[in-house]
């Protein structure tokens, strides 16, 4: 039988105590809610009623519901107040020497079997065990951010907990309605470890100037759909609180990649921690809001306005696979007249008939009328000849990704096509300098990542070379808007934003599973339940194809050298060995 905790305290009530005593409290637990000073208590106090309020008002909790939660929570500014206390839950700043001597204190102050949990999130707890008299009953219990919702719970165990107190805390996580999942002790656990090299890479690049603050939030939402971009999800976090996650993981692994980005200490010296303080990445309408409000970074409305934008109106797609064939439908929906070149009759017959077959589930779905498929169908011409795309605006190359292929279609392109049309290439890896390079009009030619299935898919990234012009860049934005996508933007440089930040942290995460601290289901469900990632790492990797992810992370790694960018061992040997993913029916798991 569980131990049952009636009386549990929480300490510190700051971004995570308060959504903590909120959990308690509604499950019914008598909760004791210790702060520094009155301040303290009255922000911690407000953040409750706030956050109850808004469940009452979206039919969530009844007013009693409200009423009897609030009354189940005391406040106090004395630990001596955790006398009677089951089980303590920590949370108090992330630094060691301030939670040591909590717990030391605690120590002093709680009944012998009373359990002391710390919330931190990278913290040793077994270095702050060992401040106390009872290690045995000292564990980690990591909510996320914010608790009330997130379900994940990390349950970290160190060398010396007693079994039944993790399996006692494990039951009552499960009580506050949580899922619960066990691992060891070591920097990060399971979910940070693997999000802060993530959160770390965006921030360098927004420090780097390789894309702006929305763009790269953009990029990480509408392709691979996040709930919310790194840099909003460190603004919620809070850039102290961050920082020292960093730090410690930094001092553990000594991995370079963990090394904070410089400019997070510059923004913390200076007041910005994110929401709470009411700016970080981006400005709020006051301390603790989540309305983001326009300061001097908000790009303008309308981009650029010395710059003029092309005219297009017939657009070229080169290629028959997948990524061709959704881009040609993409653009015949809005109207565009398309030319979808193959490199044989068949091919490009085939090609409209793929067209055709998706525009027929979207019919037989009731989402498209038999008139408009017509239509769009009708508005793509098949063509075999190059010449055939010489009145293109702009012509789109989508065909197998490689340099020598591409560069012969980019050269034949140049032949052909009038002058002033746009040339770009749909690349997810390759240099798009290189494609530019292959023609005598490289300030034509601009890179537009289209993302899989590219007409359901709204990111795409727009590439932009050391020689691509102004009004180029311009246009490709603009067409993106008229056809429904979210365009982003970003430099020449291997991954462009989103493989880039995408793939470093699969690869971390097959290390994980690859050092043993935890199965690929626990990792899986971290990444989902607490980050709230549509996929885990290796559902996303069985999906993508290991062939292709070890190909991408091969590009990344040769391009930055960066020894955290070393594919992992098991995903060479997953690939050598025929395991492909759901492709070969066998990947990280099996399927059937
Ligand atoms: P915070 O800065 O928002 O809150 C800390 C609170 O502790 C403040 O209200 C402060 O007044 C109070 N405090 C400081 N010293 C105290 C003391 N001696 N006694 C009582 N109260 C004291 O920090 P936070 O983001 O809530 O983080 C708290 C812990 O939770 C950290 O260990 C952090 O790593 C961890 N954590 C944070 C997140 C997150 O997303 N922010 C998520 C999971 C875990």
Sequence with gaps: MAREFSTVGVVGLGTMGAGIAEVLARTGVQVVAVEVDDAGVERG????????????????????????????????????????????????????????????????????????????????ITEIGVHTGRPGKVVGLHFFNPAPVL??????????????????VVAFAEKLGKEPVVMGDRAGFIANALLFGYLNHAVAMYESKYATREDLDAAMRFGCGYPMGPLALLDLIGLDTAYEILETMYAQSRNRLHAPAPILKQMITAGLLGRKTGRGFYTYDGPDSPNVVADAHTPAAGGDAGVSIREVQRVGVVGTGTMATGIAEVFARKGFDVVLRARSTDKAEAAVGKVRKSLDRQVAKGKLSEEDRDAIIGRISPAVEFEELADCDLVIEAVAEELAIKQAVFGALDEVVKPGAILATTTSSLPVIECAAATSRPSDVVGLHFFNPAPIMKLVEIVETISTAADVIATAHALC????????????????IVNALLFPYLNDAIKMLEAHYAGADDIDSAMKVGCGLPMGPFELLDVVGLDVSLAIERTLYNEYREAGYAPAPLLEHLVTAGRLGRKTGKGFRDYS
């Excluded at 001596?80 to 839950?89: F, G």
């Design 45 to 124: 106090r407000g953040h409750i009623e706030h956050s109850t309020s808004r469940a009452v008002a979206k039919d969530k909790l009844t007013d009693a519901e409200r009423d009897a939660l609030l009354g189940r929570i005391t406040y106090s500014l004395s630990l001596a107040d955790l006398a009677a206390a089951d089980l303590v839950i920590e949370a108090i700043p992330e630094s060691l020497e301030l939670k040591a001597r909590i717990f030391s204190e605690l120590d002093g102050i709680v009944g012998p079997e009373t359990i002391l949990a710390s919330n931190t999130s990278s913290l040793s």
């Design 151 to 168: 379900k994940l719970t990390e349950v970290v165990r160190t060398v010396v907990t007693e079994p039944d107190v993790v399996a006692d």
């Design 481 to 496: 808007e008229k056809v429904g996508k979210v365009p982003v933007h970003c430099g020449d440089r291997a991954g462009f």
